[in-house]
């Protein structure tokens, strides 16, 4: 069921003893599979509720939960240098499940505009991404959360590549380019880490040219690095993507992963292919046509230039 942001506010003062809401205002999107507001308090602290929408959505908001706080030891002890979203507070909802509640992080959404070469915001990106990828797996993996080889991760890529060529919508050049990739096993030589799973830019929160907290950690797993990369190197100025990298190698240990920039452009690429089947398995035949077009501009933009025709011999 749906909750209105009052009704999450009330949930908050259960969760929270001695929260009392003055202010309350929805968060997210109306379609998100959780409902959440952020309340704020009459000592001007602020707080954000977060309600499943039915089972399936209240199991993933518990193991997203259990993950947050294995992760808030790891802020704790410094391994981590950005703030998560550390519950506070449970409330018992009466068709099962529980809403959470976390004080707000500080901090503003990334936009990727604000990114400019050198030490500032670009190189602490790189940074804080690399801290991620240096915690041990077994912080995942303690929670049965989906843990990849390599070699899997590749495989993986390779049937959601073979399922989107079968919807017809993937221009074949397109097709045999990602095929030729993910064939060519040198590029997938790398060592798997703890991913985020789902970074952009609505989830890294930076104040002061820093990186201050990442949220939404319900896709975390263990598996290729360079995914964690790819909103950054696909849309970044390409001076700041050069900063990202550069202070993202020097934060990580024993790092040898040659095609790592690679696979992440790669990456971005082939979260259309996952954009088109999103489409087809809802049956939403206007995210079917998005996901086509953008598949058929990506095809002209990287389809190898042809050669210019001989010119005809009286023009010689």
């Given at each position: 069921?749906?909750?209105?942001?009052?009704?999450?506010?009330?949930?908050?003062?259960?969760?929270?003893?001695?929260?009392?809401?003055?202010?309350?205002?929805?968060?997210?999107?109306?379609?998100?599979?959780?409902?959440?507001?952020?309340?704020?308090?009459?000592?001007?602290?602020?707080?954000?509720?977060?309600?499943?929408?039915?089972?399936?959505?209240?199991?993933?908001?518990?193991?997203?939960?259990?993950?947050v706080g294995l992760l808030s030891t790891?802020?704790?002890?410094?391994?981590?240098?950005?703030?998560?979203?550390?519950?506070?507070?449970?409330?018992?909802?009466?068709?099962?499940?529980?809403?959470?509640?976390?004080?707000?992080?500080?901090?503003?959404?990334?936009?990727?505009?604000?990114?400019?070469?050198?030490?500032?915001?670009?190189?602490?990106?790189?940074?804080?991404?690399?801290?991620?990828?240096?915690?041990?797996?077994?912080v995942v993996e303690s929670l049965g959360?989906?843990?990849?080889?390599?070699?899997?991760?590749?495989?993986?890529?390779?049937?959601?590549?073979?399922?989107?060529?079968?919807?017809?919508?993937?221009?074949?050049?397109?097709?045999?380019?990602?095929?030729?990739?993910?064939?060519?096993?040198?590029?997938?030589?790398?060592?798997?880490?703890?991913?985020?799973?789902?970074?952009?830019?609505?989830?890294?929160?930076?104040?002061?040219?820093?990186?201050?907290?990442?949220?939404?950690?319900?896709?975390?797993?263990?598996?290729?690095?360079?995914?964690?990369?790819?909103?950054?190197?696909?849309?970044?100025?390409?001076?700041?993507?050069?900063?990202?990298?550069?202070?993202?190698?020097?934060?990580?240990?024993?790092?040898?992963?040659?095609?790592?920039?690679?696979?992440?452009?790669?990456?971005?690429?082939?979260?259309?292919?996952?954009?088109?089947?999103?489409?087809?398995?809802?049956?939403?035949?206007?995210?079917?046509?998005?996901?086509?077009?953008?598949?058929?501009?990506?095809?002209?933009?990287?389809?190898?230039?042809?050669?210019?025709?001989?010119?005809?011999?009286?023009?010689?």
């Amino acid at each position: 069921m749906r909750r209105s942001p009052l009704a999450l506010a009330a949930l908050a003062t259960v969760a929270v003893p001695g929260l009392d809401p003055y202010d309350v205002r929805a968060l997210g999107a109306p379609d998100s599979d959780t409902d959440a507001a952020l309340v704020a308090d009459s000592q001007r602290r602020r707080w954000v509720v977060r309600a499943p929408t039915d089972a399936a959505s209240g199991a993933a908001l518990e193991a997203e939960t259990a993950l947050v706080g294995l992760l808030s030891t790891q802020v704790e002890n410094g391994r981590l240098p950005f703030a998560v979203p550390t519950p506070v507070g449970f409330a018992a909802l009466p068709d099962g499940g529980r809403a959470v509640v976390h004080a707000q992080i500080d901090g503003r959404p990334v936009e990727l505009d604000w990114l400019e070469p050198g030490p500032g915001l670009s190189a602490d990106l790189g940074r804080s991404i690399a801290a991620l990828h240096e915690l041990p797996v077994a912080v995942v993996e303690s929670l049965g959360l989906p843990t990849y080889s390599a070699d899997e991760y590749r495989r993986r890529r390779q049937a959601e590549v073979d399922e989107a060529a079968r919807t017809g919508h993937v221009p074949a050049t397109l097709q045999a380019r990602w095929e030729s990739r993910l064939e060519d096993v040198s590029w997938w030589r790398f060592r798997p880490t703890v991913v985020h799973g789902d970074l952009s830019g609505e989830r890294v929160l930076v104040a002061d040219g820093r990186v201050t907290g990442i949220l939404g950690w319900s896709q975390a797993m263990v598996a290729d690095p360079a995914d964690d990369l790819a909103w950054l190197l696909v849309a970044a100025p390409a001076d700041a993507a050069e900063s990202i990298i550069e202070a993202y190698q020097l934060r990580r240990t024993e790092l040898t992963d040659p095609h790592l920039a690679d696979r992440a452009l790669l990456a971005g690429e082939l979260a259309l292919a996952r954009w088109l089947l999103f489409g087809v398995h809802s049956g939403d035949e206007a995210v079917v046509a998005d996901a086509a077009g953008m598949l058929a501009d990506l095809d002209a933009q990287t389809r190898p230039e042809q050669p210019d025709d001989e010119p005809d011999a009286e023009a010689v």
